[in-house]
């Protein structure tokens, strides 16, 4: 039984130690947040490591399709703004 006890701590110090996290970490699910990030980049069809000008490309693109005067509606305006500025907002200074 102590065996098993000190297998546990060392599999924990050893997830640690080569992942950055605990192993109960991966057992929570992904903050609000991170989901948000997720579905803004899902929404304007961009990826993680894109730049503002891809964003606003995206978003343009976007708007286009989704535009009350081309059939859409302005709640889909509004998400894609907020995904716009939400994406915008994580993006470091230097982009």
């Given at each position: ?25 991966y ?12 579905r ?19 978003h ?36």
């Amino acid at each position: 039984m102590i065996r098993l006890l000190y297998l546990a701590v060392a599999v924990c110090l050893a997830c640690k130690f080569l992942f950055g996290r605990w192993p109960w970490d991966y057992l929570r699910p992904p903050s609000t947040r991170s989901q948000a990030l997720f579905r803004a980049r899902k929404l304007l069809a961009v990826r993680s490591d894109a730049s503002r000008a891809e964003v606003l490309d995206a978003h343009k693109r976007l708007i286009t399709v989704v535009h009350p005067d081309k059939g859409g509606s302005n709640s889909q305006v509004h998400e894609a703004n907020a995904a716009r500025d939400l994406l915008l907002d994580e993006l470091p200074d230097g982009n």
